[in-house]
Structures are given as structure tokens and as C-alpha cells.
């Protein structure tokens, strides 16, 4: 089953992006007109002794024609002082720029296909040509580096853009209305999930990139559907799937994660300002999402 990682956790989709543009790659296709043009994702409100908190499940990517700001969203936000996300915007790239250097790439002149099989290899390379994109951009990337990256060319392809990503639009206007911004981590924070996975883990999530490439190229269509519909029964399956042949990746990026960002949430529930939670769509649906965690400490969580 193909990876959902770029939908789930935004330092995966940021890094990516920032290398896709830097190569003109990052610029969406036409998409057919469907149900994400009127979208209806989940929203959260969460409630503790008369103040309320938002928490909002983001695409990181989208196309550029899908309609997500409804009535119930405006007016959550109109009402909101702070807005949250996972981590800041990298807008020079400078961050990625310098991590990728230093933790993306392999070591000593070893090139990818020195570390992976030479079926995995060749079907890597199969994979990225059937998404427009040259398998020559891999060459000297970390295995986990060369899965987020094909990734996220495969969303480009199906016609998908991070500058209309939930999250790019939610902080621009925050930042226009001059309103406060807070974040669960720093850049370097996020980037470090990814810097820490043994080769096992790095080599079995780009296995499961280029499987699901390959046989599932409608994944970013069931995944907007879902998101779009508002169905967090299918999301989670998704999610739950997308992890199921890495589930070490999807304790690192998903839940230590959420377990860190509850007292934080916590905390922002007892201030005197209501806050707008921005965070990947996979952090708040399933058993261990924050939704379920947040239920189970006795708050009240009204959503679905």
C-alpha cells in the first residue's frame, strides 16, 4: 500500500517542495472537476471550562480549484487570536537547504543504487519517469530523501500545489491580519524525524512509494475525496494503510508527535485567547490521533 506521508506530516511535503521548485518541477496540472471543488473537510472544536479551541486537519497540497473555506471555517478563524501550526513556513529555504546537505545525502560517494537492491533500483527509476520526473535527481539521495521526493512528484503530476496547501493559505492570511502565530516545533525539530531512521526503515518506506506510484496512481484522488467529504472513517484507513508496512515511520511522524502536541493544546485551552490549530489531517483522525487523545484526557470534542 502506498505511503500517505506527505498528507499527514508537513516537513516530508515542505522539503520536497522546496527541491521541486528549485528544479521548475513545482507547478500543478490541470485536475477534472469533482467533489473537492465544494469541500466539506472536518473541522474540530474542542472545550474546557468555557473556552473553546479549534483543530483543523490541512492537505498540505491541493489543487488549485478546490473550494475549502465554508461558512464554519471563516467564522472558527474570524473568531480565533492565534493561529497554530506544525512548524514555521521555510520560506528562503535556507533550512532545507542546509539539512538536505548535511542529513539528505549520502556520505562519502556513495550514490543510492550502492544502497539499495537493483530491483528496487530499477523500479525507482521506472516509477519516477511514469510521474515526469528524471530518476537522475536520486542519484546521491538518502533512501528516505529519494521516497518523500518521488512522492510528492506524483501529487504534482496529478495536479497539486503546496501554494494552495491549507496550511500556506491559513498563515498568510493570519499574517496579513496581524494576528499571533504559534508553532509545535521548529524546522530543524521536523527535519530531525526523518535524519534519525535507519537505513531498514529508510529503504522500506521508498519500497512502498514505488509500489504505490506504480499501482495506485488514484491514491491523490481517494485522498482528497476523503479529506474533501469529510470522511474520517476513509482517512484513517488510508493513514492506517499508508503505515502499515513502515509502522516505525508512523510512531516517529505521527504519534510521539501527537503526545507531544497534547499538553501544548492543553495549555492553549487554558489561556485567555482562542487559538486555530493547523495541522496534517493524519494527526486527527484514527485511535492516536490528537482527537482521540484530547477525548480520552475528558475533554469535550465536538466533530465528527
Excluded at 461558512?71 to 538536505?100: N, Y
Aim: glycine letters at 6%; a neutral charge.
Amino acid at each position: 500500500m502506498r505511503s500517505v506521508v506527505l498528507k499527514s506530516v508537513g516537513v516530508a511535503f515542505a522539503i520536497a517542495c522546496f527541491f521541486l521548485a528549485a528544479n521548475g518541477l513545482a507547478v500543478a496540472q490541470p485536475v477534472a472537476a469533482g467533489a473537492a471543488d465544494a469541500a466539506m473537510p472536518p473541522l474540530w472544536t474542542v472545550e474546557r471550562d468555557g473556552r473553546t479551541l479549534y483543530l483543523f486537519g490541512s492537505m498540505h497540497l491541493l489543487p488549485p480549484e478546490t473550494q475549502w473555506q465554508r461558512d464554519e471555517i471563516t467564522q472558527a478563524r474570524a473568531a480565533s487570536q492565534v493561529f497554530v501550526f506544525e512548524a514555521p513556513l521555510d520560506q528562503d529555504g535556507l533550512d532545507m537547504t542546509r539539512f538536505v546537505e548535511k542529513d539528505g545525502r549520502l556520505k562519502d560517494g556513495r550514490q543510492l543504487k550502492d544502497v539499495v537492491r537493483a530491483k528496487l533500483y530499477a523500479e525507482l527509476e521506472a516509477a519516477a519517469w511514469s510521474v515526469h520526473c528524471s530518476p537522475k535527481m536520486f542519484e546521491t539521495f538518502r533512501p528516505w530523501m529519494a521516497g518523500v521526493y518521488l512522492e510528492l512528484c506524483s501529487y504534482i503530476k496529478a495536479g497539486y500545489s503546496r501554494y494552495y496547501g491549507v496550511d500556506q493559505v491559513i498563515e498568510q492570511d493570519a499574517r496579513k491580519r496581524g494576528a499571533a502565530l504559534d508553532y509545535f516545533e521548529t524546522v530543524e525539530e521536523q527535519l530531525s524525524y526523518f535524519a534519525a531512521l535507519d537505513r531498514k526503515t529508510e529503504i522500506a518506506y521508498l519500497s512502498a512509494v514505488v509500489r504505490g506510484v506504480v499501482e495506485e496512481p488514484e491514491l491523490p484522488a481517494r485522498l482528497l475525496s476523503a479529506w474533501a467529504s469529510g470522511r474520517t472513517d476513509v482517512l484513517e484507513k488510508l493513514v492506517d494503510d499508508g503505515f502499515k508496512q513502515v509502522p516505525a515511520l508512523r510512531w516517529r511522524l505521527l504519534v510521539a508527535r501527537n503526545k507531544k502536541w497534547v499538553p501544548r493544546l492543553r495549555e492553549m485551552l487554558a489561556s485567555d485567547k482562542t487559538h486555530f490549530v493547523t495541522v496534517g489531517v493524519g494527526h486527527l483522525v484514527g485511535k492516536d490521533s490528537v482527537v482521540a487523545m484530547l477525548r480520552a484526557k475528558g475533554f469535550k470534542v465536538i466533530g465528527p
